[in-house]
């Protein structure tokens, strides 16, 4: 089962990765910019009422929608999404399903994805 130290570990792991300070996550910085590459689920628990933080889910950036929907398919007791993430590249994890091991190429492909993302410019 892996665990809040768990995930620190290995974002201890890469290189120029920041902790967030209001709530569990991590970022890189790109030109200049906090870029987050993992953090906690914020859970719409009530429809009416603010989004609750469930620190037992952490959402992670994945490089591209297939992948996203592979995760899911191969094990949706550790994979999922909602409808806040429709379209948007993270898939949620499950941290009391999934060990340590098997987060670690996740969360070092998330690192890559925000280092390795294109700037957005818009176009004319």
């Known amino acids: 089962m892996a665990t809040h130290d768990g995930v620190r570990q ?5 290189d120029g990765a ?7 996550g991590f ?10 590459f993992l953090w906690t689920w914020a859970e719409r628990v009530h429809p009416k009422k603010p989004k ?7 959402a992670v950036v994945v490089p591209n929608e297939l992948a996203k929907e592979m995760l899911i ?4 007791a550790i994979y ?6 429709d379209g948007y590249l993270a898939v949620l994890v499950r941290l009391d399903a999934i060990s340590v091991e098997e987060l670690r190429p996740l969360i ?11 700037s957005k410019r818009k176009t004319s």
């Open 10 to 14: 290995i974002a201890s792991e890469l």
């Open 18 to 24: 920041i902790e967030g300070e209001d709530r569990f």
């Open 27 to 36: 970022s890189v910085m790109v030109k200049g910019k906090a870029k987050g």
């Open 52 to 58: 609750v933080i469930n620190d037992a889910v952490i």
């Open 73 to 76: 398919a191969s094990n949706p």
């Open 80 to 85: 999922f999404t909602e409808p806040h993430y």
């Open 108 to 118: 070092q492909e998330a690192y890559s994805c925000k280092l390795a993302a294109p």
